[in-house]
């Protein structure tokens, strides 16, 4: 069996077994209530910020700035949004985490230095010839 696939099935148990434990001390109404409220403010904050950022990006495009920032901000509500929607209680802290202004700093630092690093080899020069066949 593929690692890969290990590891949404982990996940699924884990949020089923924290799911069962909250039931049992809060009890089924309140754990479902817990469900339907986080899924419905997931919903909330992809349609309002998702469209936010969108109509942000578009401003900063007609202005001839790129959008970098807003895009990456709107992409990490996007999936807060979504972690909020899935049901469990760990995505639902992830997602919460998640729509905090400084922890979507963060994560877009991290990952634009990520981006910024060289891939390959450096200095490296590869030379050749081509020839160009036009068939009028």
């Known amino acids: 069996m593929n690692k890969l ?3 949404p099935i982990a996940l699924f148990l884990i949020e089923l077994l ?6 049992a001390s809060v009890g089924a109404l309140y754990t ?7 899924a419905a ?4 904050i992809i349609r309002y910020q998702g ?5 942000k990006a578009r401003e900063q495009l007609a202005t001839g700035r790129a959008p970098i920032h807003d895009m990456s901000q709107g992409f990490m509500l996007v999936l807060a949004g ?3 929607v899935l049901p469990g209680i760990l995505l639902d802290t992830v997602g919460a985490i998640l729509l905090l202004p400084q922890v979507r700093r963060w994560v ?9 690093k060289p891939r390959g080899r450096r200095g490296e020069v590869l030379e050749g010839e081509f020839e160009r066949h036009d068939k009028f």
Not at 32 to 38: D, K, R
Not at 108 to 116: A, T, V, W
């Open 41 to 44: 403010a997931g919903v909330a």
């Open 5 to 7: 696939l290990l590891y």
């Open 51 to 55: 469209t936010s950022i969108l109509f």
């Open 82 to 84: 979504c972690l909020l």
């Open 32 to 38: 479902l209530l817990y469900i339907v409220v986080t």
């Open 108 to 116: 877009g630092s991290r990952i634009n230095q990520k981006s910024m």
């Open 18 to 23: 924290l799911l069962i434990k909250m039931g």
